[in-house]
Structures are given as structure tokens and as C-alpha cells.
């Protein structure tokens, strides 16, 4: 079931040159309990779209509905209680620095209608949640970057959001940082059953957290599916920069336009790349024994998304020309993407 749908949503700006189009006829379904991708190069709109979605920003036309109810329809006062089931954390955490983590949690059950015992209850059980049980006195200031994103995603979840917006939330975070908060994530999504909408530029963020994703260029959304899908076999363009620049498999290219580079004759320079679940034979030494070849993999990036293998080899392929060209075949058939980048056969 669809919880967020967008449809048609277009978003201009005036400026001092003229009219920016942030956003062009976007249409997305977001299904409940989906962790959601939105990725894209800076100034894609991705950011424009996530704050549509709550409407931080009203599109200029379209129509955003939550769960059937469309929001860019509502009064200012329906809009405010529809709001208040919507969470969002940022880039910069947007703390308060005057006042201690507890203080910055309880801050949205200000006027809700819970008990100070109940207030003091919920606090005490996000604090848990985000693993800072001992820090509920202390200032931002104190925290690190993880920390203080952590209190960000409690004070988020303070007003039992159904739906969570992360915009480049752990784009000023370390590597392993970053894990961490994506494990948070994952589990908010799992124990609370929230869908959580994430914005960034980051495709290893998307592997490592999104069921589904959507790819944005120049405001418009260019291609969007599941992340394995969209990872294995990238359609637009823009697609296949963001996940080249997660592999190493393009240092390829520097490679034979190196100069001290040669392809002896009769070899040939292979990418080959799962686009399919489920494939988990040893399809190299297969093809090697099977068809007398010498195979070195010169390059090599593979992973799992979703518990399958994705990723791809690059290998330097020798051997008698009609049997390299059985095996390519016999690759193909076993549903694995073939490219021959460097063809020294009749050399």
C-alpha cells in the first residue's frame, strides 16, 4: 500500500536571473514500511522534493497525498496536525545548543497533552532507543557528530511520526559513523514499522539501507526501482556515474589509456557483471576448465545487496578466439552482463 504519493509535482523559484525549475512533473509511490532512496548529484532536487513532501516547500503544482489524504489541499491548520506525523532529521543536526539532550527530545511533547510522568517516559525511552541513556544531561557541544545526529533522530521520533525524512543525514559524518546511524535507521524501520524517506548523494548509503530508489537529474526523476535492480543494470547515464563512482571496476579505462599499457594479441579485456539475483555459481573457473581459457582478473568489486551477490570482474582473457566467444556466450546465458572493452582477437 502506497503511504506517499506524489504526483506531478513541479517546484519554481524566482530569482534575481530569472525562473529556476527545482523540480519537473515528479511522480513517486512510496510504499508503508519502505525505506526509500532518493540520490542525485548536488542540484538535482532532491532536497527541493523531500521538503515538498511535508511541505516545507508548497510545489508550485501538483498534488502530494499521505495515506489518500492530500496535503497540498489541507488548511493551515490540517496541514499542522498532518505535520506532526512526519519526522525529519539534517545534515546539521538543528539542535538546540542552550539546552541539554533531554531538553532537546522533550521539546516537540511541549504542548502535547502527556503527563510530565509520561513526557519523562518517552524521553527516557528514545534515549534508550538511540543508545544515550548517559547523556541526557549534557549539551550538544559535548557530543560528537554521531551523538548528536543520534538526539536529532530521537527528537524526531518524539511525536510518533509514521513517516521519517532524512535529508543528507550523515553526509558530516566518518565512515563508520555513518554505519552506525544507518543501523539505527534500519532498526527504527524494523521495531517501529516508520517509513523512512532518505535523501542523498551517496549511493553506498542507498546499498546499504533502501528496499527501493529513486534517481534524479535536473529535477526530474530519470529512473527508479529497486535498489538491486537499479545497481546491477543502471539505464540513465547519470545512473551509471553514481554507481561507477562506488566500484572500481572504471579504473579500467585509466588503465589501457595508460602508456606503459598493452593488450598482447588474442586477448581480450572483459567486464562482467551481475544484473540478476541468485547467481552464485563459479562461473570464472567454469569457463576457464570448460573452455581451456587463461583468465586474470585484473579488477574485482563484489557485495551483497538484499543477501545476493552484485557487483562485477574485470579480467584479461586468453585463449583460441571461437572458444573465448563460447564463453562470453555461455556467461550471457547465465544471466550475467558481458562487455568486451578491449577485443585484441584479430590482432
Do not use: W
Not at 15 to 30: P, R, Y
Not at 100 to 121: C, D, G
Amino acid at each position: 500500500m502506497a503511504e506517499i504519493i506524489i504526483e506531478n509535482v513541479s517546484k519554481t523559484f524566482a530569482t534575481a536571473d530569472g525562473t529556476v525549475e527545482a523540480l519537473k512533473n515528479v511522480n513517486l509511490s512510496i510504499e508503508k514500511g519502505d525505506i526509500f532512496g532518493i540520490i542525485g548529484m548536488s542540484g538535482a532536487g532532491k532536497s527541493t522534493l523531500v521538503r515538498c513532501i511535508n511541505l516545507l516547500e508548497r510545489p508550485s503544482s501538483g498534488k502530494v497525498k499521505i495515506k489518500d489524504r492530500e496535503l497540498t489541499a489541507m488548511s493551515s491548520k490540517e496541514l499542522r496536525n498532518s505535520r506532526k506525523k512526519i519526522g525529519m532529521i539534517f545534515q546539521q543536526f538543528n539542535l538546540f545548543s542552550a539546552r541539554t539532550v533531554y531538553e532537546n527530545i522533550a521539546f516537540p511533547l511541549r504542548k502535547s497533552k502527556l503527563t510530565k510522568a509520561q513526557k519523562k517516559e518517552k524521553v527516557e525511552s528514545l534515549l534508550k532507543l538511540v543508545e544515550l541513556e548517559n547523556k541526557a544531561d549534557v549539551y550538544p557541544s559535548q557530543l560528537s557528530g554521531g551523538q548528536k545526529q543520534r538526539v536529532a533522530i530521537a527528537r524526531a521520533l518524539a511525536s510518533d511520526p509514521e513517516i521519517l525524512l532524512s535529508d543528507e543525514s550523515t553526509s558530516a559524518l566518518d565512515p563508520k559513523t555513518t554505519k552506525a546511524i544507518l543501523n539505527l535507521l534500519k532498526k527504527i524501520n524494523k521495531e517501529l514499522g516508520i517509513t523512512i524517506v532518505v535523501i542523498t548523494h551517496e549511493m553506498q548509503v542507498i546499498k546499504d539501507i533502501c528496499d527501493r530508489v529513486a534517481v534524479m537529474k535536473d529535477g526530474e526523476v530519470v529512473e527508479s526501482g529497486k535498489v538491486f535492480d537499479i545497481f546491477a543494470n543502471p539505464k540513465h547515464e547519470v545512473t551509471k556515474e553514481i554507481v561507477n563512482n562506488t566500484t572500481n571496476l572504471s579504473n579500467i579505462y585509466e588503465l589501457i589509456h595508460s602508456d606503459n599499457f598493452q593488450l598482447k594479441p588474442g586477448q581480450v579485456i572483459v567486464k562482467s557483471s551481475y544484473v540478476e539475483r541468485d547467481v552464485s555459481e563459479a562461473l570464472v573457473s567454469q569457463i576457464s576448465r570448460m573452455y581451456g581459457l587463461d583468465v586474470n582478473i585484473i579488477f574485482g568489486n563484489i557485495e551483497m545487496i538484499g543477501g545476493n551477490p552484485i557487483g562485477g570482474l574485470v579480467s584479461i582473457i586468453q585463449g583460441e578466439p571461437e572458444q573465448i566467444e563460447q564463453a562470453l556466450s555461455y556467461l550471457r546465458e547465465k544471466k550475467v552482463g558481458v562487455e568486451v572493452i578491449l577485443d585484441g582477437r584479430a590482432s
